[in-house]
T-cell receptor, first 112, second 115 residues
């Protein structure tokens, strides 16, 4: 079946690293995405990883992919209060157009 | 600003009614997607249109229908509304048809409240 799972909440102190985890089910997903939703706004693509990669780094963001365990993580270094938002991971299932399946979202709270 | 516009921002209506949500994609994008976000179901894919044709369908209720017009804007029609249809409805657009790298740009959403 199609299912993407994330923990619901994460609280960190400003300056710490945040790690948000996600598990997915479709082993044929070619791209896996991280989207960010700020209060009262739509989703915005944060980063992505192609399925033949293990890791991707983009400034403060590091994405790790473990295909064997179907596990994806997003690490935010030096987390700032402006990073407080809901983070969604998403997979793109096989043969379903551009459909994205999203996890429930992880609400990141950054305390000063 | 993603370049995707949705109207109206808020909609309050009664059970049994019908509403239409409108979406204008980013200039040049041929794909339009509709998603429903609710507290209990999370963010659920409803339907995708590509250049006027239905491309993919999710768990969209039979009471819901959508279309994409020649100018590429899209409308989502919700009929016989129930309390459980209260949610945030997002439209997204992209330049791609399928699941090759496909960044989707989301609109700000329409918040539907059914009383």
């Amino acid at each position: 079946g199609e299912d993407v799972e994330q923990s619901l909440f994460l609280s960190v102190r400003e300056g710490d690293s945040s790690v948000i985890n996600c598990t997915y089910t479709d082993s044929s997903s070619t791209y896996l995405y991280w989207y960010k939703q700020e209060p009262g706004a739509g989703l915005q693509l944060l980063t992505y990883i192609f399925s033949n990669m293990d890791m991707k780094q983009d400034q403060r963001l590091t994405v790790l992919l473990n295909k064997k365990d179907k596990h994806l993580s997003l690490r935010i270094a030096d987390t700032q209060t402006g990073d407080s938002a809901i983070y969604f991971c998403a997979e793109s299932p096989y043969n379903q157009g551009g459909k994205l399946i999203f996890g429930q979202g992880t609400e990141l709270s950054v305390k000063p | 600003d993603s370049g995707v516009t949705q109207t109206p921002k808020h909609l309050i209506t009664a059970t049994g009614q019908r509403v239409t949500l409108r979406c204008s994609p980013r200039s040049g994008d041929l794909s339009v997607y509709w998603y429903q976000q609710s507290l209990d179901q999370g963010l659920q894919f409803l339907i995708q249109y590509y250049n006027g044709e239905e491309r993919a369908k999710g768990n969209i209720l039979e009471r819901f229908s959508a279309q994409q017009f020649p100018d590429l804007h899209s409308e989502l029609n919700l009929s016989s509304l129930e309390l459980g249809d209260s949610a945030l409805y997002f439209c997204a657009s992209s330049s791609r048809r399928d699941r090759e790298y496909n960044e989707q740009f989301f609109g700000p959403g329409t918040r539907l409240t059914v009383l």
